[in-house]
């Protein structure tokens, strides 16, 4: 959804998506921006680039979600430097 109107150009929001996915993403995410490495960087990266903090937990969610499918499709369990590979 966007906010446009002739020259003004205003924030874009989504409005769909897995709500259930989102909602059971977030606080791991955010417990994985404070305590693992990879993701923590990753997460000021972005904010270092002037993203809004949402954003980039967004991303960090993204980030966690594509980690644990491959950790599903290659039957191996957590390894601390897991995303590194």
């Not at 949402?54 to 369990?77: D, F, G, H, Q, Y």
């Amino acid at each position: 959804m966007n906010k446009d109107s002739g020259k003004k150009k205003g924030e874009r929001s989504i409005q769909g998506g897995r709500h259930r996915a989102r909602t059971l993403l977030y606080m791991p995410t955010l417990s994985a921006i404070r305590s693992n490495p990879f993701i923590r960087e990753f997460y000021t990266r972005l904010l270092e680039q002037g993203k809004p903090k949402k954003v980039a937990v967004t991303a960090c969610m993204r980030k966690v979600l594509v980690i644990l499918n491959s950790m599903v499709r290659n039957m191996e369990p957590w390894q601390p430097n897991f995303a590194q590979k």
